[in-house]
Each structure stands twice: as structure tokens, then as C-alpha cells.
């Protein structure tokens, strides 16, 4: 079993604050995905990352693929009351019906 | 378009009885999974059908049976259900070899 390390699990911060949350492993992946979880509802996909040192930002997150492709990470700029929620990240190999997923970091943004 | 719809939202069970869940989705996918969710345990797959036809075992199978009633249509049914089942409950689907997946909104099962 691939197992996915998120990290913090839990991360309450100020409106405006900057934040990097993390995804470790010890296996390699050939992609890594991103969702975020609103309370009562399924996660919706934010990003896929691919390549090793890949990095994508949509709007004021920025998503990075380690180099070697075993780790990933999220930082958010200036957060907003609307980034509140579970942000999971989940990774694939070959088997594209098991992809593994993290335990998740909750993440409060206080007005 | 709907996306993937789960039915039902809530359900209460006592111990030993059966139930089915359903899924559904509109979006022409051929791959459709099931997944439970545990407080601090992320999301674990019971069992996930690569295309119509076919069914596989996912990381957590035990008491729990799917269908894959036709392209669209993915049921979940526990035979005899038991606490350790009390979960929620996510659909979610794909493109065939996609790596990410379209979730529905859970079903939110208590096992008494």
C-alpha cells in the first residue's frame, strides 16, 4: 500500500495569511492530484500535476510536484474565508482504478 | 448536466439490515468508483468498475457487494450492515485511465 502523508492535519489562520500545506511519500507517482472538500460534499478536483518540479498556479494557489516525484506541495497567498476546508491529495500509478489518498488538512481562514 | 447524483442524502440502519445505495452519472463516463470517508482516515475505495461489465475489489471490499446496472448507473448494496460501516459514502467517476475523479455529494450512512 502507497501511503500519502498530508501535513498539518489541521491549520486555522488569519484572512490574509500566507500557507504551504504538504503531501509526502516514500514511492514515486506518475501524478499527483489536488482537491478541496466543503463541508457536506464530495471533493472537487483543483489540480493535476505530472511532471517532476512541475508547478501550476491557479489564481493565489500554487501547486508544486517534488522532483522526484514523491511529494507535493499547496501554498495558498493571501487566504480568504473561502479557501476554508479539507484539502486532500490524492496520487496514482499505473493502476489508474487505486489511486491513493491522503488523510487530508483541514484548514479554517478567520475573517 | 447533473454531474454524479447519489441517493439517499441520509440513512440510519440497525444492525444486520440491508440496504443499497445509488449512483448515478450523466457525464458519458466509462469509470465509476465507490469510496467511504472516516474521520482522519481521507478516502478509502471498496470497489470501482473500469468500464461497464467490469467490477474489481478496491482497498476495503469486505461486506460490502456493487453492480454496474449500466454506463451510467453504480450501486452500493451492504447485505448486513454493521457499525464499523458507519461512514459517508462517496461516489465518484471518470473518464477510462483518467487519474482524477468527479465525486458526488456522499450519503451519510449511521449503522445503530
Known amino acids: 500500500t502507497q501511503l500519502l502523508e498530508q501535513s498539518p492535519q489541521f491549520l486555522s489562520i488569519q484572512e490574509g495569511e500566507n500557507l504551504t500545506v504538504y503531501c509526502n511519500s516514500s514511492s514515486v507517482f506518475s501524478s499527483l492530484q489536488w482537491y478541496r472538500q466543503e463541508p457536506g460534499e464530495g471533493p472537487v478536483l483543483l489540480v493535476t500535476?505530472?511532471?517532476?518540479?512541475e508547478v501550476k498556479k491557479l489564481k493565489r494557489l500554487t501547486f508544486q510536484f517534488g522532483d522526484a516525484r514523491k511529494d507535493s506541495s499547496l501554498h495558498i497567498t493571501a487566504a480568504q474565508p473561502g479557501d476554508t476546508g479539507l484539502y486532500l491529495c490524492a496520487a496514482t500509478n499505473t493502476n489508474a482504478g487505486k489511486s491513493t489518498f491522503g488523510d487530508g488538512t483541514t484548514l479554517t481562514v478567520k475573517p | 448536466n447533473a454531474g454524479v447524483t447519489q441517493t439517499p442524502k441520509f440513512q440510519v440502519l440497525k444492525t444486520g439490515q440491508s440496504m443499497t445505495l445509488q449512483c448515478a452519472q450523466d457525464?458519458?463516463?466509462?469509470?465509476m468508483y465507490w469510496y467511504r470517508q472516516d474521520p482522519g482516515m481521507g478516502l478509502r475505495l471498496i470497489y470501482y468498475s473500469a468500464s461497464e461489465g467490469t467490477t474489481d475489489k478496491g482497498e476495503v471490499p469486505n461486506g460490502y457487494n456493487v453492480s454496474r446496472l449500466n454506463k451510467r448507473e453504480f450501486s452500493l448494496r451492504l447485505e448486513s450492515a454493521a457499525p464499523s460501516q458507519t461512514s459517508v459514502y462517496f461516489c465518484a467517476s471518470s473518464e477510462l485511465g483518467a487519474v482524477y475523479r468527479y465525486f458526488g455529494p456522499g450519503t451519510r450512512l449511521t449503522v445503530l
Open positions: 500535476v505530472v511532471t517532476g518540479g
Open positions: 457525464m458519458n463516463h466509462n469509470s
